[in-house]
Every structure is written in C-alpha cells, then in structure tokens.
C-alpha cells in the first residue's frame, strides 16, 4: 500500500477518533488516506494553534493521544506554542507536519527549516520519518512515548516523497501498559511519617488527574480524614465540597491557605509536577514532604521531598490506605483556615456593582453550571479568581493550564471539551487579550455545531499584566489596548451576540444561551479594581494568628 494510507492505518490501529488540522500541500497524500479512513474524522482549523490545542485537550480529558496536522516551515512553527502546552501540562499529543521531498528536491530551502530539531526540546520524541517500512514502528513508538507517564507532546515529519512510497509494512498492535507498583518497603515507610505526624495535610496535583487514580484517591482523603488543597491542575479530582477540603493553593505563599501549610508538620504531596507554579516552598528545617507519583520529585531549591513513593499511583494510593487507615491527628487547626477560606471566597458574592467584579462573576457562573458543568480557562487574571474562589464538584469540570500558562488556548479548549461532552454545559472563560488570539476558531465552532458559550471578559487590557505592574510599585501604563464590538463580531461568524449591561443580567443571560444551543459569545465588562483590594492589601495584611 502507498505509505501515507499505511500511516492512516496504523492511527487507526490506536484508536486515533479525530486529526485537526491545516493542512498544506506536503500533506496532500495524507489527507487522501484520511479521506478513505472510515474511523477518523478530520477537523480543519483556522489557525494551527486552534489544531494543537484541541488536540491536546482531547489528549488530557481521555488520556489518550490527541493528533494533529501542520504543514512545513510557517505551519510547523504555529504547533511551537500547542507542543509547549502539552509537554509542560503532560498532555498526550502527535503532531504530524509534512517536508518537501527528502529522496529528491528542485525547490531548493523554499519553506524548509530543520523542523525535528527546532522541536526536539519540548517534545519527548520528534523524528522525521525517512522510509516507509519504518512507519509502524514510529507510530507505534509515539503513541507510546506521548501516553506514557509522565504524557507529552511528540512530533513525526512526514516528508511528501515518502507519503507517496510503496510500502508492504503492516501497523503493529498496541499493547497496554502497566506501571510497576511502589516496594512494600517504600509503603511502610510513608505509613509511619504519615501516623507519626500531628498536622498531616495533602495536597492534590495535575498528576493524580487521571481517571484510574481517582477512586483510589478519594478513598484514601476519606478513609484516613487528613484535610486536603489542591494545586489548579488538581482541581475537582476529590470533590471541593468535602468537609476536608481547605481550597486551591491559587498563589505560591501568602494566601490564607498558607496558614494551615505553615502550620503542617507533613504535607503529604500526591500527583505534584515542578512545572505547575508552586503551591508552597519547601525550607531546610521546615515541613517534611512525602512525594507520591509515578515518578521520582525532580528536586529544586524549593522542592526537596524527604520521603518518595514511586510506582503506579493507584497502586500506592490503595495500599497506602490500608497500611495508614483512619488518622489519629489534630486538624482544628485546619478547620479554622477552611472557615476563614470559605468566609473570604464567599465575600462579594451578592455585590450589585457593575463592571461586575471578579467574586460576584465567579459566583454566578458556578451557579449557573450545575454538578457537571465545564469551564475553559484562559490565561489572565480572572484564572486566579476562578481558582482560588470556584469550587470543582468532578474531575477536568474546571480546565485551566498553570504549567505553560499560555493566552489563547481557552477557546478551543472548550471547544473540545464540547465536542466530547455534547450533553454538558461547556463554557470558555476568555480575557478579551486571549480571546482575539485565536477568536477566529468561532467559525469552527459553528462548523462543528457545538453548543457552547464564550464569556469574553472585557476590560481592555492585559489584565494580569496590569496587577504584576501595580505590585511592582510601576505605573499603571502601555497595557490598554482597543476592542471590536464583540456583539457584532459573534453575528459576523453566525453566532449569537450578547452584551451585560448590569450585573444581575449575568445569570439570566448565561442561562437562556445554554438553553437555547448553538454558539454564543457573551461580552461581559468587568471591574478589576478588587485585585489590589483582595490579593495584594489584604493578603500583605495576614499574619496567619486564625
């Protein structure tokens, strides 16, 4: 068989469901196999950052690899930022770019740039593919490296002359993977620093965000009854209502959450990765760490665990439950910083202002999206504000990227998360900064006929920029920037235009457009004054005496 439907074949034998893609003339053998495919479906994007991130989205919510598809030089280069986001966040992604003929070319280096190589630091494989007998072993090996822990991106240029080769090879069979479990040693270990200490806590990261661990996990929090937080990526793996639950460590120190870290005597550290930022700095003399994850703690200046559980975390999430049971602790302590947390993400809530500000917005588009609601974040300010203040009822219901933390990946982030979900509410929360990166993704959204609102948070600036700039003690300047009417700009695609002109229209709006279907964008004028108020002025005031 020609080797590009070889290709097309040995994606199908991994299951591979969806390639988005912009594809480009050195893809058109590619995208002929693909037209044969009867299990695959493409979706072209307007942007190849629009690709890449639904892509990897797909990647992070089934565990499986996303795949999409770029051509050579200018189209290779959008994926940079999309490969960036899934090797820092560990989501499973491939990328497929075309080349101009290897064998043979009279093009000279139109277009060509060293495409593997420009690749090769954020990805955990980038190979050009230079026969076509090698294409199942290279797929097969991809799909491995990009799903294996801990997951990433990983690349495969496809150069036009090979596509079109005959080939005789066949796609090899997946095989599943297990992961070894933690020596028992290992285990018992951790059990002791666990009922040796008198102020336990455990914090819940990215990498206990997978749907094998999840019930092990939350077994494990209820059955030894140590208080948990959360980092951003580990939002809503245990349920945020629980009793136990003291919040999401949304900044790096100072918050109120880090009263009750200062005062653990062990924080029991499941599914943390370095990449996401901080949730408290480790100190020589200070709290003791227990490490639990697939892998060993890449230690740092600020991350020195003095205990390490390595192996399949559902594996040790079990056994350590048996080995610890029930903790015999003192955790009042703890119960009055989840009050004092509960008391200040609730402030605000009811306040009538307009532009609305951030508590009030947060509080009302929680109670508009139910137990299983899904929202996107892109990166701004009001990322923070969701963090800190929305409670996660389930598991990837609050999609937010604190390891890249890049603008312009919250649009299609939802729309991924709406074309696997069709039945729940899906919406992207946008600054206007991150909307207008990759806002052209709309029209794929109507394509697609995807049920899903866009709330375009508008206050013409980049926001968190504007907020460092304050705590820096800088001038409030070079930040703002112009919008277009966003109303008009959702009719211009054949979507539906809203504009809140006074807070209580939030609710009602967000509401009758999750009612009525189809794709709706919401421009929502908000007020970051409370950022000053709330996350620099009180918090500098706190001095943890709960």
Same mark, same amino acid.
């Given at each position: 068989?020609?080797?590009?439907?070889?290709?097309?074949? &040995?994606?199908?034998?991994?299951?591979?469901?969806?390639?988005?893609?912009?594809?480009?003339?050195?893809?058109?053998?590619?995208?002929?196999?693909?037209?044969?495919?009867?299990? =695959?479906?493409?979706?072209?994007?307007?942007? @190849?950052?629009?690709?890449?991130?639904?892509?990897?989205?797909?990647?992070?919510?089934?565990?499986?690899?996303?795949?999409?598809?770029?051509?050579?030089?200018?189209?290779?280069?959008?994926?940079?930022?999309?490969?960036?986001?899934?090797?820092?966040?560990?989501?499973?992604?491939?990328?497929?770019?075309?080349?101009?003929?290897?064998?043979?070319?009279?093009?000279?280096?139109?277009?060509?740039?060293?495409?593997?190589?420009?690749?090769? #630091?954020?990805?955990?494989?980038?190979?050009?593919?230079?026969?076509?007998?090698?294409?199942?072993?290279?797929?097969?090996?991809?799909?491995?490296? &990009?799903?294996?822990?801990?997951?990433?991106?990983?690349?495969?240029?496809? #150069?036009?002359?090979?596509?079109?080769?005959?080939?005789?090879?066949?796609?090899?069979? #997946?095989?599943?993977?297990?992961?070894?479990?933690?020596?028992?040693?290992?285990?018992?270990?951790?059990?002791?620093?666990?009922?040796?200490?008198?102020?336990?806590?455990?914090?819940?990261?990215? $990498?206990?965000?997978?749907?094998?661990?999840?019930?092990?996990?939350?077994?494990?929090?209820? %059955?030894?009854?140590?208080?948990?937080?959360?980092?951003?990526?580990?939002?809503?793996?245990?349920?945020?209502?629980?009793?136990?639950?003291? $919040?999401?460590?949304?900044?790096?120190?100072?918050?109120?959450?880090?009263?009750?870290?200062?005062?653990?005597?062990?924080? =029991?550290?499941?599914?943390?990765?370095?990449?996401?930022?901080?949730?408290?700095?480790?100190?020589?003399?200070?709290?003791?760490?227990?490490?639990?994850?697939?892998?060993?703690?890449?230690?740092?200046?600020?991350?020195?665990?003095?205990?390490?559980?390595?192996?399949?975390?559902?594996?040790?999430?079990?056994?350590?439950?048996?080995?610890?049971?029930?903790?015999?602790?003192?955790?009042?302590?703890? @119960?009055?910083?989840?009050?004092?947390?509960?008391?200040?993400?609730? @402030?605000?809530?009811?306040?009538?202002?307009?532009?609305?500000?951030?508590?009030?917005?947060?509080?009302?588009?929680?109670?508009?999206?139910?137990?299983?609601?899904?929202?996107?974040?892109?990166?701004?300010?009001?990322?923070?504000?969701?963090?800190?203040?929305?409670?996660?009822?389930?598991?990837?219901?609050?999609?937010?990227?604190? &390891?890249?933390?890049?603008?312009?990946?919250?649009? #299609?982030?939802?729309?991924?998360?709406?074309?696997?979900?069709?039945?729940?509410?899906?919406?992207?929360?946008? !600054?206007?900064?991150?909307?207008?990166?990759?806002?052209?993704?709309?029209?794929?959204?109507?394509?697609?006929?995807?049920?899903?609102?866009?709330?375009?948070?508008?206050?013409?600036?980049? !926001?968190?920029?504007?907020?460092?700039?304050?705590?820096? !003690? /800088?001038?409030?300047?070079?930040?703002? /920037?112009?919008?277009?009417?966003?109303?008009?700009?959702?009719?211009?695609?054949?979507?539906? $235009?809203?504009?809140?002109?006074?807070?209580?229209?939030?609710?009602? %709006?967000?509401?009758?457009?999750?009612?009525?279907?189809?794709?709706?964008?919401?421009?929502?004028?908000?007020?970051?004054?409370?950022?000053?108020?709330?996350? =620099?002025?009180?918090?500098?005031?706190?001095?943890?005496?709960?």
């Amino acid at each position: 068989m020609k080797a590009s439907d070889l290709f097309v074949k &040995a994606l199908e034998r991994e299951g591979v469901e969806y390639v988005f893609a912009v594809p480009g003339e050195e893809n058109l053998d590619i995208l002929e196999s693909l037209r044969q495919s009867s299990q =695959i479906r493409l979706i072209v994007t307007r942007h @190849e950052q629009g690709a890449g991130f639904m892509a990897a989205i797909y990647g992070r919510l089934t565990g499986k690899a996303g795949v999409c598809m770029a051509t050579l030089g200018p189209g290779a280069t959008n994926l940079v930022t999309p490969a960036a986001y899934a090797h820092l966040g560990a989501f499973p992604l491939l990328m497929i770019t075309g080349q101009k003929p290897i064998l043979k070319s009279k093009q000279g280096q139109f277009q060509i740039i060293d495409v593997v190589n420009l690749f090769d #630091p954020i990805c955990k494989m980038s190979k050009q593919i230079v026969h076509g007998n090698t294409i199942p072993a290279l797929v097969r090996e991809a799909f491995r490296l &990009a799903q294996e822990e801990r997951p990433g991106a990983v690349l495969l240029e496809l #150069p036009e002359d090979i596509a079109a080769q005959e080939t005789n090879a066949q796609p090899y069979i #997946p095989l599943n993977r297990r992961y070894a479990g933690a020596r028992t040693f290992t285990i018992e270990h951790a059990a002791k620093f666990i009922k040796r200490a008198k102020h336990p806590l455990i914090l819940i990261g990215a $990498g206990a965000n997978r749907k094998q661990v999840r019930n092990a996990l939350c077994d494990f929090v209820h %059955t030894t009854g140590i208080p948990f937080f959360t980092t951003q990526m580990g939002k809503g793996v245990v349920d945020e209502r629980s009793s136990q639950c003291l $919040g999401t460590a949304a900044l790096s120190s100072g918050d109120y959450i880090h009263c009750a870290v200062e005062r653990a005597d062990l924080i =029991i550290n499941i599914g943390h990765d370095v990449v996401e930022k901080p949730p408290f700095f480790m100190e020589a003399g200070g709290t003791k760490v227990i490490h639990v994850n697939y892998k060993s703690a890449k230690v740092d200046e600020v991350y020195f665990p003095q205990c390490e559980v390595v192996g399949d975390l559902e594996s040790s999430m079990i056994r350590l439950k048996e080995a610890v049971g029930k903790v015999d602790a003192d955790f009042s302590y703890f @119960e009055k910083v989840r009050d004092e947390v509960e008391k200040h993400i609730n @402030e605000g809530t009811n306040d009538p202002r307009f532009p609305i500000i951030p508590q009030r917005l947060v509080a009302d588009i929680r109670k508009i999206m139910g137990e299983d609601g899904i929202i996107a974040l892109d990166n701004g300010m009001y990322k923070l504000w969701f963090a800190r203040n929305y409670k996660a009822y389930k598991p990837n219901t609050v999609l937010l990227d604190n &390891a890249l933390a890049t603008m312009g990946a919250g649009l #299609p982030s939802a729309m991924m998360a709406s074309l696997l979900k069709p039945a729940q509410r899906v919406m992207a929360i946008c !600054g206007d900064g991150g909307f207008m990166m990759n806002s052209q993704e709309i029209e794929t959204a109507l394509r697609l006929k995807l049920n899903l609102v866009v709330a375009v948070l508008n206050d013409g600036s980049y !926001g968190m920029i504007r907020w460092k700039q304050a705590i820096a !003690g /800088f001038t409030d300047w070079g930040l703002e /920037f112009g919008n277009p009417d966003f109303v008009k700009y959702a009719d211009s695609y054949g979507a539906t $235009g809203h504009r809140i002109t006074s807070t209580d229209q939030l609710i009602p %709006t967000l509401d009758a457009a999750f009612n009525a279907g189809g794709v709706h964008i919401i421009d929502i004028p908000i007020d970051y004054s409370e950022n000053k108020k709330v996350l =620099i002025d009180e918090l500098q005031k706190l001095t943890c005496l709960i």
